[in-house]
């Protein structure tokens, strides 16, 4: 059997992380999205899934502004590659990311994404309600991961986001 490893992303990563999210995804947004947090310096943690040294999963976690302070973290985008879906690589990664941003007393993190898949790692939808967002909506989430988080205002998303 392969095994699947995780580690931080490396730059020269960048290009075979971009090739996974256009396949992901279908498409070209994900996958610029990604070059330009790393080019803006906006990721704040950033993981890829491998198996032996193909990569075959990625997630980017990033800072977002409430009321104007660096005080949440958004997820996204995340990607598997077609053929591996469903095996856990997802939720490894989720998970592997959650622990160092709450060991960095992180509070709150969101995220904007499937409404039948975050549920499971604790991620609300009604939760999200009072936070004003571009989006909102089931697909918009929100998990706290430490005391403190703040409840309500207006979220700033990195210049990559559009
Ligand atoms: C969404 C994605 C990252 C999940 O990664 P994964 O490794 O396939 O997921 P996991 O193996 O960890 O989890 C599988 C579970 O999630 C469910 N799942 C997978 N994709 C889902 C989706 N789009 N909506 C709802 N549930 C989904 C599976 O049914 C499975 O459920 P189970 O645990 O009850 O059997 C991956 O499918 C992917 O890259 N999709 C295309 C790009 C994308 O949509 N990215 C996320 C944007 S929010």
Do not use: C
């Not at 498409?27 to 080019?39: N, Q, S």
Request: aromatic fraction near 8%.
């Amino acid at each position: 059997m392969t095994e699947t490893w995780m580690r931080l992303t490396r730059p020269e990563d960048m290009d075979a992380i971009v090739a996974l999210n256009d396949a992901a995804f279908r498409g070209k947004e994900e996958g610029a999205i990604t070059r330009r947090l790393h080019a803006d310096g906006d990721s704040l943690l950033s993981l890829i899934a491998h198996r032996n040294e193909e990569i075959v999963g990625h997630i980017e976690f990033f800072r977002i502004l409430i009321d104007g302070q660096p005080s949440a973290v958004g997820l996204g985008p995340m990607s598997v590659k077609p053929g591996v879906q469903g095996q856990g690589i997802g939720a490894g990664l989720v998970r592997m990311g959650l622990i160092p941003l709450s060991a960095r007393a992180e509070t709150i993190v969101f995220v904007l994404g499937h409404p039948d898949y975050y549920p499971k790692f604790g991620f609300s939808a009604e939760a999200a309600a009072p936070f004003t967002a571009p989006w909102s909506g089931p697909a918009f989430m929100v998990k706290v991961i430490n005391p403190g988080a703040p409840e309500a205002g207006e979220l700033t998303y990195p210049a990559a986001f559009g």
